[in-house]
């Protein structure tokens, strides 16, 4: 005989569904497009060449033909300005990409996680490459912090927000 009273259901009938854990694999990664300017050996600098580093990122990412698979890019724009007089010494300009295969995201959650997380795998190899890049240029390597992809996504969010109010008082 059991302790349970006739009535009383199996208490794995009334819980809710387990969702399944996330899983994400990355199926390749690779270079779209690259363009590394030396200006410096072009043109030449006068005098000291104390660089000014800028970055530029963007991220796009696009849902691929294959069931779960999408296409993740960062794309880096970075000049080398001379701190004094400003003149150009390189510009570098790549797109990297990577393909995820991801499941068991919620929708609501994908946009975020296809732009936090899968730029945050592939970056260290993308810093790799930057700085292989750079030093075989003839500048020392450029060695990118760390980029805080979750900081970035906000900040889009923001701008866009912003964007959408002045459109808004405008009409």
């Known amino acids: 005989m059991t302790d349970t009273p006739d009535n009383a259901a199996p ?12 899983t994400s694999r990355v199926l390749a990664q690779y270079i779209r497009d690259m363009s590394f300017e030396n200006i410096l050996a072009q043109k030449g600098v006068k005098g ?3 660089p000014e580093i800028q970055v ?18 960062t794309k880096l724009n970075i000049t080398s300005k001379t701190k004094a007089a400003g003149e150009p010494l390189f510009v570098l300009e790549i797109e990297y990409a990577g393909v995820f295969h991801v499941e068991n995201v919620p929708e609501e959650q994908m946009h975020p ?3 936090i997380e ?13 700085s292989d890049v750079t030093r075989d240029g003839g500048f020392p390597a450029l060695n990118l912090e ?9 900040a889009e969010l923001a701008r866009r927000k ?10």
Not at 56 to 73: T, W
Not at 146 to 154: P, S
Not at 162 to 171: G, V
């Open 146 to 154: 760390t980029i805080d992809f979750l900081a970035l996504y906000r």
């Open 48 to 50: 000291d060449a104390q």
């Open 113 to 115: 996680y296809l732009l």
């Open 56 to 73: 530029q990122v963007n991220l796009d990412a696009r849902k691929r033909s294959a069931d779960h698979q999408f296409e993740v890019i």
């Open 11 to 22: 208490a794995s009938a009334g819980a809710a569904p387990q969702q399944q854990p996330i």
């Open 118 to 130: 899968c730029p945050r795998i592939t970056f260290p190899f993308l810093r790799r490459i930057v």
């Open 162 to 171: 912003e964007a959408d109010a002045a459109k808004a008082t405008i009409n």
